[in-house]
């Protein structure tokens, strides 16, 4: 099994509608990201939480919302989907202060109509 | 956070040596930079990470000049499952954590 899991692996939507991507690990890391990757941007970070009490947005939380409902579990929202938000989203997590150490779920891939 | 700049895509033959560099002219001090591998379908997989000089680890060696302003990722002897998308990080964890991802190099491996 996958230390970091996503779920779903593939999701389409419609616009205005609520979207919740799941993510579990089991790691045992307490640090735990949500990046957007999109063709020829790299991946941008969405959000970040250090532990279960931490939540910070990153350089593109507008229209996303974030819950860390255990150390184990990082899930992201989309409130209201857009299509611009089409998009391959990941999760990671990190057991390291050095910035930079990321391991990866295998990605949701988000299609807004 | 530097802004990092990788080719968009290098081709290879199998058993060369491939070297993948990447910019970021204005890093910091707090910086650390990080390269991944990534699959088509699969999240992106740590290769090596280093802060100066020069690191090596089983699958590759990166290479880090004095005033940090670019890093090399050096894939000795490479093989068709090496063709992948490369991605450079320059990453912090003070003055709260920020990550800039390259745009990726795209490697193409041939027989």
């Known amino acids: 099994d996958a230390d970091v899991t996503q779920t779903p692996r593939n999701r389409i939507t419609k616009t205005g509608k609520r979207i919740m991507l799941e993510c579990s690990q089991t790691?045992?890391?307490?640090?735990m990201y949500w990046y957007r990757q999109d063709p020829g941007l790299g991946l941008r970070l969405i959000y970040y939480?250090?532990?279960?009490?931490?939540?910070n947005k990153g350089e593109i939380s507008d229209g996303y919302s974030v819950s860390r409902q255990a150390q184990a579990k990082f899930s992201l929202s989309l409130e209201s989907a857009i299509p611009n938000q089409t998009a391959l989203y990941f999760c990671?997590?990190?057991?390291?202060?050095?910035?930079?150490?990321?391991?990866f779920g295998e990605g949701s891939r988000l299609t807004v109509l | 956070l530097a802004k990092t700049t990788q080719p968009i895509s290098m081709d290879s033959y199998e058993g060369q040596e491939v070297n993948i560099t990447c910019s970021h002219n204005?890093?910091?001090?707090?910086?650390?930079i990080t390269w991944y591998q990534q699959f088509p379908s699969q999240g992106p997989r740590f290769i090596i990470q280093?802060?100066?000089t020069k690191v090596t680890n089983e699958v590759a060696s990166l290479f880090i000049p004095a005033d940090r302003k670019s890093s090399t990722l050096s894939l000795p002897r490479v093989s068709l499952s090496d063709t992948a998308v490369y991605y450079c990080?320059?990453?912090?964890?003070?003055?709260?954590?920020?990550?800039?991802f390259g745009a990726g190099t795209r490697l193409f491996v041939k027989a």
């Open positions: 990671a997590t990190s057991g390291t202060e050095v910035a930079g150490e990321l391991f």
């Open positions: 790691k045992g890391h307490d640090r």
């Open positions: 939480s250090f532990d279960v009490k931490d939540i």
């Open positions: 204005n890093i910091a001090t707090n910086d650390y």
């Open positions: 280093g802060y100066k």
């Open positions: 990080l320059v990453a912090r964890n003070t003055g709260g954590f920020k990550t800039i």
